[in-house]
């Protein structure tokens, strides 16, 4: 329910950012962009570990990558393979420390 809420209040906030949402492509091409997130943040894929502090750490991150790649003018498909290169990275961190730790 809670998720529900969130992502009917998170709509609401694009649509009115943006005057106006054609329905079914508005959150196209986002999924990349919420697993890197996650997967920076330390959630692992298989589960049972990580935490809401290391998400938001994740998105933010995520989202100073994208906001100073814009600002540099980098081209789209460049800023997409830099967060493609931070999708692995995270998934390698998210494989490897808990295998060091032991």
Sequence with gaps: MVTGVAA???GA???SVLDSVVAGTSGAGF???VLTAVLVGG???TGGSGS???VL???LFLGC???GLTLLD???FWQQMAQGTALVAGAALAYFAPRTAR
């Design 43 to 45: 959630v692992a894929l």
């Design 8 to 10: 009917a209040l998170a």
């Design 74 to 76: 980098v081209p789209t």
């Design 65 to 67: 990558l994208q906001n």
């Design 13 to 15: 906030i694009k649509a």
């Design 52 to 54: 809401i502090l290391g």
């Design 31 to 33: 999924e990349l962009a």
């Design 57 to 59: 750490l994740g998105v």
